[in-house]
DNA sequence: AAAGCGTGGAA
DNA sequence: TTTCCAAGCTT
């Protein structure tokens, strides 16, 4: 863009956020560990999703103190359905860096803030041009592609060495009085406005700015290479219950796919194998296989694999008297409090 | 650099 | 149904 056209730009840009923003809970704020917790909720997932989260959130954990102490498995459990685990996780040890380290205050420049736990270059921009008013760059999705339009940028979003040229023009643009509202505001309009398909570009506060637009079709942009497919993974999932009544669950590993989150047992199903006779042979069990009872079958999609899963229920019978330590047969209330993954929870909705 | 990491909504 | 995501970060 012509230099001369940047502060036109700043200010059409500016001026529509303010008039046409939405009215999100976390925009009635200014504290930065609100909107530190607000941007990692808002990680690759939908603003309707993050709203209840967010506000049942910040109803028990008001203040940095409040969640840098809280139990891992409370915490779990409030992010129970919003996915990519870790990042509870990340945020809760964060917090407790700034805690006890910085004295409860979120530090306000880049080479700090980006050392916590969980904080990229995109939280680290959010929060300090959202919460301190920082001219930093806050490069997500939405500005690749609203920028990509604007500026005519061809080269692929997918490759990590391409954000660099979005965050060079984001400090070039940005407008050091507003930073908060031009920094969403290009967020904003790439999710209002100038969304993936169907850009509604005659209602665009920046389309006489827009290289794009003046070219016919702004949908031709961004250049997005890679598209990875997902591996099938069969399993029976096997509801087991002891004769007071109570569910054996087993608490996934500490790393990698939905880490500490609690499931029932599950035995990858292998051609002409029986998954009860794993069960049993793995955990010491003896089962009622005989009468084991089909609960639902299903498919459940992450991002990058497909579980295939068919689940019973079925008695325990026998049942040694240590289980490993991230075994337990627990009660129907306490299944309540515990954090299950999605696929966890379909099961169990039918059964209880 | 590329792969791993969730979920539900929309085209 | 299938595809592509949505305010990315970690390893």
């Avoid at 029976?236 to 609690?262: C, P, Y």
């Avoid at 599950?266 to 049993?280: G, L, P, T, W, Y």
């Avoid at 793995?282 to 497909?306: E, G, M, Q, T």
Wanted: proline share 6%.
């Amino acid at each position: 863009m012509n230099y001369q056209y940047t502060s036109e730009f700043r200010q059409a840009l500016v001026e529509w956020f303010k008039k046409e923003h939405r009215d999100l809970p976390w925009r009635h704020t200014k504290d930065p560990y609100k909107i530190w917790v607000s941007e990692v909720m808002l990680q690759q997932t939908r603003v309707d999703t993050v709203i209840p989260y967010y506000n049942r959130f910040m109803d028990k954990y008001p203040t940095s103190e409040s969640l840098a102490y809280a139990a891992e498995e409370e915490l779990l459990k409030m992010w129970e359905g919003l996915g990519y685990y870790s990042r509870v996780r990340n945020l809760q040890a964060g917090v407790r860096e700034v805690v006890e380290t910085y004295g409860s205050k979120v530090p306000d420049n880049r080479h700090d803030i980006s050392k916590l736990k969980g904080v990229g270059p995109y939280t680290a921009g959010a929060i300090l041009s959202i919460a301190y008013g920082k001219p930093e760059h806050a490069v997500d999705g939405n500005v690749m592609r609203v920028l990509s339009r604007v500026l005519n940028i061809d080269a692929d979003i997918a490759l990590p060495k391409t954000k660099k040229i979005f965050e060079d023009a984001v400090m070039e643009l940005i407008d050091p009085e507003n930073t908060s509202a031009f920094n969403q505001g290009l967020m904003e309009l790439g999710a209002l406005i100038c969304t993936p398909t169907s850009p509604k570009c005659l209602l665009c506060p920046v389309r006489d700015f827009c290289t794009a637009f003046q070219e016919g079709d702004p949908t031709t942009l961004p250049v997005k290479s890679k598209k990875v497919k997902t591996k099938n993974i069969d399993f029976d999932v096997l509801v087991i219950r002891d004769s007071e009544g109570r569910f054996l669950m087993e608490k996934r590993a500490e790393t990698g796919l939905l880490a500490n989150m609690w499931q029932f047992v599950m035995i990858e199903r292998v051609k002409d194998a029986n998954s009860f006779a794993q069960a049993q042979q793995r955990y010491n069990l003896v089962l009622d296989d005989n009468l084991a009872v089909p609960i639902d079958s299903f498919k459940h999609v992450f991002s990058h694999l497909k579980w295939l899963i068919d689940s019973y229920l079925v008695d325990c019978l026998q049942a040694p008297e240590q289980l490993p330590i991230n075994m337990k047969f627990f009660t129907k209330d306490q299944i309540e409090q515990i954090p299950m993954p999605v696929p966890m929870l379909k099961i169990w909705g039918k059964i209880k």
